[in-house]
């Protein structure tokens, strides 16, 4: 397997633009997290899902951010409008089986808002 | 909710040296401590972790400590190699269906 595939690695976007992120989880793993990484806050947990079904989103900002998972191979970030301090490496996960199981990140998006 | 705290934030060792970083956690449920190793610009691994019926787990130079009475935990790293550094995040979560909730990460620096 090839991992956790993430996509694009670089984003540089203007602000009030609209931002998508997106992610392929290892197969068969029933869990995946997008996380937000920032000097100031370390690693924080936006929003996760279990079997596709969003279940904690109490992380995710604001409402110009958004997630969906459509299927168990795909998962998308929305940012819209963009702003400055959004500007962060966004990493999505997978776990198999438990929430607390090992967790396989993919290689981030680094992205810049300008 | 579940907090946890990291010191600390930056750490510097020579090469050889041990390297020790601790975490706190407030939830005394919590029964499930992971630690990840993030390389400069590379994804979090899991590099280490253990449950709250282990006092200690050693994997070859790295081993994690658990002191469940005071709520703490931590990382040691004996022999340091420049390899090592990196920064490391610990994490804590109450359960099975509980999310992880990570400390703020130890800058690791080992020098010649």
């Known amino acids: 397997d090839a991992g956790v595939i993430q996509s694009p690695r670089h984003e540089v976007t203007e602000m009030g633009q609209e931002v998508t992120l997106r992610c392929k989880p290892i197969?068969?793993?029933?869990?995946l997290f997008w996380y937000r990484q920032t000097m100031m806050r370390g690693l924080e947990l936006l929003i996760y899902?279990?079997?596709?079904?969003?279940?904690?989103d109490s992380g995710m900002p604001e409402d110009r951010f958004s997630a969906k998972m459509p299927n168990a191979s795909f998962s998308t970030l929305k940012i819209q409008p963009s702003e400055p301090r959004d500007s962060a490496v966004y990493f999505c996960?997978?776990?198999?089986?438990?929430?607390?199981?090992?967790?396989?990140f993919g290689s981030g998006t680094q992205l810049s808002v300008l | 909710g579940e907090n946890v705290e990291q010191h600390p934030s930056t750490l510097s060792v020579q090469e050889g040296d041990s390297a020790v970083i601790k975490c706190t956690y407030s939830?005394?449920?919590?029964?499930?401590f992971p630690w990840y190793k993030q390389e400069l610009g590379k994804r979090p691994q899991l590099i280490i972790d253990?449950?709250?019926?282990?006092g200690e787990k050693k994997d070859q130079r790295i081993a994690v400590t658990l002191n469940k009475t005071a709520k703490h935990f931590s990382l040691h790293i004996t022999e340091t190699q420049p390899e090592d550094s990196a920064v490391y995040f610990c994490?804590?979560?109450?359960?099975?269906?509980?999310?992880?909730?990570f400390g703020t990460g130890t800058r690791l620096q080992v020098t010649l």
């Open positions: 996960a997978s776990s198999f089986r438990r929430i607390n199981e090992k967790l396989f």
């Open positions: 197969s068969g793993h029933d869990y």
């Open positions: 899902f279990n079997n596709n079904v969003p279940i904690d």
């Open positions: 939830d005394s449920a919590s029964n499930y």
């Open positions: 253990i449950r709250s019926n282990v």
């Open positions: 994490a804590a979560s109450t359960g099975t269906a509980s999310k992880l909730t």
